[in-house]
């Protein structure tokens, strides 16, 4: 049986993730916003990767537009995981803490920039998928992260 990276420490874990997912999220989009232009994309690898501004309104990678829900949502997905940890939830699980500290480390970051600016800086153009950030980033492997864990049943 392979150990826990967050046996031991789980909410330090949770906690370090989640501001470091925060910080570089917060970091990254500030760069973009201050050197890159709405409509005059940076190629970086070819025609398969390039920085491109963008303001989302939406959801993630700009998938769905449904306002003060998406807010609302992310107000309740932060809340419900302060609370699981404050209760002792990734006492209990400390493989939790990975993906936890992802999803929230991405949701709070996303959540800073709605209440900022009413949307989400977006800048990492795949050319094949919507626009997207660091924090879209962290929600979509925190969360496929979990999945993987409960199609092993863990």
Excluded: E
């Excluded at 390039?50 to 993630?60: V, W």
């Excluded at 309740?76 to 209990?92: D, E, H, M, N, S």
Aim: proline fraction near 5%; charge should be positive; hydrophobic fraction near 55%.
């Amino acid at each position: 049986m392979r150990a826990s990276p967050a046996r031991g420490r789980p909410l330090a874990v949770f906690l370090g993730i989640a501001l470091a997912t925060f910080a570089v999220d917060q970091l990254t989009k500030g760069l973009a916003a201050h050197l890159l232009r709405p409509s005059a994309p940076v190629p970086l690898l070819g025609p398969w990767l390039r920085l491109n501004l963008a303001h989302n309104l939406g959801s993630a990678f700009g998938l769905v537009s449904v306002g003060w829900a998406l807010l609302v949502a992310a107000i309740v997905v932060c809340l419900a995981i302060l609370v699981y940890a404050a209760r002792g939830g990734l006492t209990r699980r400390p493989g939790r803490a990975l993906w936890l500290g992802l999803i929230f480390g991405g949701s709070v970051g996303n959540l800073a920039d709605r209440l900022r600016t009413g949307g989400v800086v977006d800048f990492i153009d795949l050319r094949v998928w919507p626009v997207f950030n660091v924090a879209d980033i962290a929600i979509t492997a925190g969360f496929a992260l979990l999945a993987v864990r409960l199609l092993r049943g863990r």
